[in-house]
């Protein structure tokens, strides 16, 4: 089953407005990234947050992780039509190992409408 | 500096066909992955390789194997393709040392088994 799964599904929205999408995860994490995936090609990484970091940013992209609601949100301010994109959450379960546990969720699909 | 490769970027196999997909990057990266991008899924490790030399089976290894080339190269194989296997296959890299470093993905293969 999925570590991590992105709410809403799909958001439609008007540019300049912002975007909030959700991630939601089971188990305890070593840290939590970002990407996105424009139409037809590979996923993209936007930012990491680790376990014991509670907010981040990087440009117009704010996350935040709540480690006790096993969860984060991902902030897109003054949307442009360039985001129209899907984005993934994945997650680092804590382990021996290295990447080869990062699990991604099913995606949000975000569409800004100019 | 291309990044990660795939080839070809899409194929068309019928039922039992056998065909290698390829996978190159030239940032150094030790960790190599497969991943499988199917709808409603989200993304699904297939095999990984730690390093040069080393691979392991992820979420859903069954109908397919890996051979590290060589530092830069990853090759996943269908010995002997089947329907469920039509998708659209991602292979990433990741620098070996720090944990929770993001993956560079290619822009995927798009299988069709028939």
């Known amino acids: 089953s999925q570590q991590g799964e992105e709410d809403p599904q799909a958001l439609s929205i008007q540019e300049g407005e912002n975007a909030t999408m959700n991630c939601s995860y089971k188990?305890?994490?070593?840290?939590l990234q970002w990407y996105r995936q424009n139409s037809g090609r590979g996923l993209v990484h936007l930012i990491l947050?680790?376990?014991?970091?509670r907010e981040k940013h990087s440009g117009r992209l704010r996350v935040t992780l709540d480690t006790s609601k096993k969860s984060s949100s991902l902030l897109i301010t003054a949307s442009r039509a360039a985001d129209t994109a899907s984005y993934f959450c994945a997650t680092d379960l804590i382990s021996n190992f290295g990447n080869e546990k990062l699990t991604f969720g099913t995606g949000t699909r975000l569409t800004i409408i100019p | 500096n291309a990044g990660v490769t795939q080839t070809p970027k899409f194929q068309v196999l019928k039922t039992g066909q056998s065909m290698t997909l390829q996978c190159a990057q030239d940032m150094n990266h030790n960790s190599m992955y497969w991943y499988r991008q199917d709808p409603g899924m989200g993304l699904r490790l297939i095999y990984y390789s730690a390093s040069e030399g080393t691979t392991d089976k992820g979420e859903v290894p069954n109908g397919y194997n890996v051979s590290r080339l060589n530092k830069r190269e990853f090759s996943l194989r269908l010995e002997s393709a089947a329907p469920s296997q039509t998708s659209v296959y991602f292979c990433?890299?990741?620098?070996?040392?720090?944990?929770?470093?993001?993956?560079?993905f290619g822009n995927g293969t798009r299988l069709t088994v028939t």
């Open positions: 990433a890299s990741s620098h070996p040392t720090d944990r929770g470093s993001p993956l560079h």
């Open positions: 188990t305890s994490i070593n840290n």
């Open positions: 947050i680790r376990s014991n970091e």
